[in-house]
């Protein structure tokens, strides 16, 4: 037992990449690291997307939560969530709690030397399977060579966030149907639109056709596409609280559920979110395209649940570096497997 000292969240940047990084120290001096989503990335100022977030943590949250029990965790974002209603149960507000609460459970293991998952109840499964999430390439060439290098790292299934649909065709014909391939279209379409590209997927074989229409939270056109093609859907990421999940699932459109750790509040009501994906009986794939702390609140997190099925990892050419310097996680046979470390597990490794 310890209270919390300091927390301060600050914006790490590396050229076009940030990772908004959250740290609690007790007053033993044990620090738990968590992340806060990184923003609208702004390219000509890329941690100005995070300001908004650093600032709900530094200026709003910290003050309040200096001096309060670190480990009293559930009762922490109740109050807070509850206290901040105001701000909205959407967006930047949960966003920057989803950054204190990940820190706060990456503490409590630290002080408990034990692997956030083993405090959870331990892992419902013994691996996961995992893809390798490119950003958008915009290359048949850099599609073929990336997804080389992502099969010899262990992945056997490939996001792609392309809109051409001749770029899935190409590594369907390049690769064959050994490799999973799912796209992301990121809201790009109206629903006909959506329909149109869904059924040109569907004959692809692709795994899943991922936030198919704008708005991405217009769940009556999700599942208008959802009747109209035989892919599966995915989606998710921009819902937020357990409501907003719930309305999501009731709809049945989804076959794949994708919430992002960094932007619901974190770890604490993500177990509750993955109640409902057992309810709803979809499979959870969190969604993350963040390599730190997010990553590893994330893996925890699909353990606690047997509805889990995909680890989303971020996949950058090798010119591109996260700030927050954590080691990709080993795969085995394609699957990632229980963190070992204490807390999240998600060390800094030096490059
Ligand atoms: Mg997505």
């Not at 073929?144 to 490939?158: L, N, P």
């Not at 596409?225 to 009731?250: I, K, P």
């Amino acid at each position: 037992m310890a209270v919390i000292e300091s927390i301060h969240a600050e914006a790490l940047l590396n050229g076009p990449l940030l990772n908004t990084i959250v740290r609690v120290i007790d007053a033993d001096g044990v620090e738990g690291v968590g992340e806060a989503w990184w923003g609208i990335t702004d390219q000509s100022a890329p941690e100005r997307g995070a300001r908004p977030i650093v600032s709900v943590v530094n200026d709003l949250l910290a003050p309040r939560l200096v001096g309060r029990e670190a480990s009293a965790i559930e009762k922490l974002w109740f109050e807070e969530w509850d206290w901040g209603y105001r701000y909205g149960d959407q967006g930047i507000f949960t966003m920057g709690l989803s950054g204190i609460d990940l820190a706060l459970w990456d503490l409590h293991g630290k002080r408990h030397q034990s692997p956030v998952h083993e405090l959870l109840g331990g892992p419902a499964l013994d691996s996961i399977p995992a893809y390798a999430s490119f950003p958008p390439l915009r290359s048949a060439d850099l599609l073929v060579s990336e997804t080389h290098r992502a099969i010899d790292y262990g992945f056997t299934a490939v996001k792609l966030h392309e809109l051409d649909p001749e770029l899935p065709a190409l590594l369907r014909s390049e690769f064959g149907h050994d490799l999973k391939i799912m796209v992301d279209v990121n809201g790009h379409f109206d629903v006909a639109g959506a329909i149109a590209h869904g059924r040109r997927l569907s004959e692809l074989g692709v795994l899943w056709f991922e936030e198919p229409v704008r708005p991405m939270r217009d769940h009556r056109a999700i599942a208008k596409v959802g009747a109209a093609v035989d892919c599966d859907l995915a989606g998710g990421e921009n819902e937020y609280s357990l409501e907003d999940f719930d309305r999501l699932l009731s709809m049945g459109a989804l076959s794949y559920l994708q919430p992002e750790i960094t932007k619901i509040g974190g770890l604490t009501p993500a177990r509750r979110i993955a109640a409902l994906a057992e309810l709803h009986n979809v499979a959870l794939c969190p969604h993350n395209f963040r390599l730190g702390p997010a990553l590893y609140a994330s893996i925890h997190w699909a353990f606690t649940s047997p509805a889990s099925r995909w680890i989303e990892m971020p996949w950058m050419q090798t010119t591109f570096k996260f700030p927050f310097r954590a080691a990709l996680p080993p795969l085995v046979d394609g699957h990632v497997l229980p963190p070992t470390g204490p807390g999240l597990g998600c060390e800094p490794v030096k490059s």
